[in-house]
């Protein structure tokens, strides 16, 4: 079975409710795909208003961290059941800047995945190295301790449903992105782990995205790639045109 393709957004700290409401309206018409499946991680204000604003649409809305507890004395943090009940399915989770700006480890990360597991939240673990750590060439082995600590107790069937976003740091935000051959080669990486740990059937069903300044331009080279399932696009994901990457072909 060919895994299908997911183009998803990552907001970041972007946008009020109100321009994200007006920002999606302009993307049904320009992100509309039969094949592709698509998806706007928003900040968690922006949740109910964006998800009136795709009713009607192909555009679904996900979230870009939850906590790993059910409830209590964690003031700011989004449960799980919070995001569940707004309507949310997918999450993004430790994403770079979540763990170099506040602290998320691979153990808070797999404290999460275990937990959307547990609540029917679908996890989008995002893994990636540093410059420093290309160039001293243990970028394999960082992700795959990365991934490993992420997955760690999770079940085949969890493993299969869950996404993984390699996104190598240097490539976020700075217009730099990594080649669509060194981003296959961090992929398939992944993805060998995956049936190392996990075997085949499941390796083969999990989608890997890539990110780090995806565009119009450079998407289908990228998504062409064997193992690359789609990409988890920041700054592009902005503007109506993010459906130049949806519509990639
Ligand atoms: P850019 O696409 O802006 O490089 O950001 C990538 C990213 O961090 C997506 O999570």
Not at 103 to 122: D, H, P, Q, R, S
């Amino acid at each position: 079975m060919a895994r299908k393709i997911l183009a998803a957004g990552n907001w970041k700290m972007n946008k009020t409710p109100s321009e994200a409401a007006a920002t999606i309206e302009a993307m049904k018409a320009t992100c509309a795909s039969d094949t592709v499946e698509v998806l706007l991680c928003v900040p968690a204000i922006d949740i109910p208003a964006a998800i009136e604003a795709a009713k009607g649409s192909n555009i679904q809305i996900g979230a870009e961290n939850v906590y790993f507890e059910e409830s209590g004395a964690y003031t700011g943090e989004i449960s799980p059941d919070m995001l569940l009940d707004a309507g949310i399915k997918y999450v993004i989770l430790g994403h770079s800047e979540r763990r170099e700006y506040f602290a998320e480890t691979n153990e808070t990360v797999n404290k999460k995945m275990i937990k959307c597991f547990e609540k029917g939240l679908v996890p989008i673990m995002c893994c990636g190295e540093s410059l420093e750590q290309r160039e001293q060439g243990i970028t394999i082995d960082w992700i795959r301790q990365q991934v490993k600590v992420g997955f760690l107790g999770l079940t085949a069937d969890q493993a299969k449903a869950a996404v993984i976003a390699y996104e190598p740091i240097w490539a976020i935000g700075t217009g730099k992105t990594a080649t669509s051959d060194q981003a296959e080669e961090v992929c398939k990486a992944i993805r060998d782990l995956i049936r190392e740990l996990y075997g085949d059937a499941v390796a083969e069903e999990i989608r890997i995205l890539y990110g780090g300044s995806v565009k119009g331009s450079n998407a289908a080279e990228l998504f062409g790639k064997e193992d690359i399932d789609g990409g988890l696009v920041g700054g592009a994901s902005l503007k109506p045109d993010f459906g130049d990457i949806v519509n990639f072909k």
